[in-house]
């Protein structure tokens, strides 16, 4: 079993919507999250990283930790074509990990017009 | 600001040739990071090192070798290339303050698509 999974995608919202994107994991000692995005050939950046159980919010960016049931979730408020990107979800490889990240398979969000 | 850079954005070379990929982070990060992307497959890591001269296989290492020899710079061997080996190679890096249990944030740099002929 992958330790991240985003089952949800590819994913289209109207500009101005909320976007829904969803990561569960398996390793229930972890402890923090990131959200990267990636637009098309280029490379991932951090848009935003949870730490502990409950909401974080930057800006039109959510993101959603519960531990119980082992989700990670990122709310897109009032999305924007610009916001079309492949969204990864990522968590800690676990035990000795070196800052090892292990990567969901990614979301494609496309927001239309 | 993190500043991850690759040699190069585009590379095409000859099955066989022996290539170079090299990485130069300027954040005096502990942790360096080789990542391949290919369609379907999503991101599958490579080789990691934690410290200089300290390296450890990832998942996927077979065909490749790694080498750091200052802090900063991380560069990634294909010993002998094949065409199963045309991807984007991106190359990560992190604090890893934290140690052997750290989960710090990765930052990449912009990639170099190696296209082998």
């Known amino acids: 079993q992958k330790e991240v999974e985003q089952n949800s995608g590819p994913l289209s919202v109207p500009e101005g919507a909320i976007a829904s994107l969803n990561c569960t994991y398996s390793?229930?000692?972890?402890?923090?999250f990131f959200w990267y995005r990636q637009y098309s050939g280029k490379s991932p950046e951090l848009i935003m990283s949870?730490?502990?159980?409950g909401d974080k919010e930057d800006g039109r960016f959510t993101a959603q930790l519960n531990k119980a049931s082992q989700y990670v979730s990122l709310l897109i408020r009032d999305s924007q074509p610009s916001d079309s990107a492949t969204y990864l979800c990522?968590?800690?490889?676990?035990?000795?990990?070196?800052?090892?990240?292990?990567f969901g398979q990614g979301t494609i969000l496309t927001v239309h017009p | 600001d993190v500043k991850v850079t690759q040699s190069s954005r585009y590379l095409v070379k000859r099955t066989g040739e022996k290539v170079f990929l090299e990485c130069v982070q300027d954040?005096?990060?502990?942790?360096m990071f080789w990542y391949r992307q290919d369609p379907g497959l999503g991101l599958r890591l490579i080789y990691f090192?934690?410290?200089?001269?300290?390296?450890e296989k990832g998942d996927i290492p077979e065909g490749y070798s790694v080498s750091r020899e200052k802090k900063e710079r991380f560069s990634l061997i294909l010993e002998s290339a094949s065409t199963n080996q045309t991807s984007m190679y991106l190359c990560?890096?992190?604090?890893?303050?934290?140690?052997?249990?750290?989960?710090?944030?990765?930052?990449f740099g912009p990639g170099t698509r190696l296209t082998v002929l």
């Open positions: 090192s934690y410290d200089v001269k300290m390296k």
């Open positions: 990560a890096s992190s604090t890893g303050t934290s140690g052997a249990y750290s989960t710090d944030t990765q930052y």
């Open positions: 949870i730490y502990s159980n």
């Open positions: 954040m005096d990060h502990e942790n």
């Open positions: 990522a968590g800690p490889a676990g035990g000795t990990s070196y800052g090892k990240l292990t």
């Open positions: 390793d229930r000692g972890s402890q923090s």
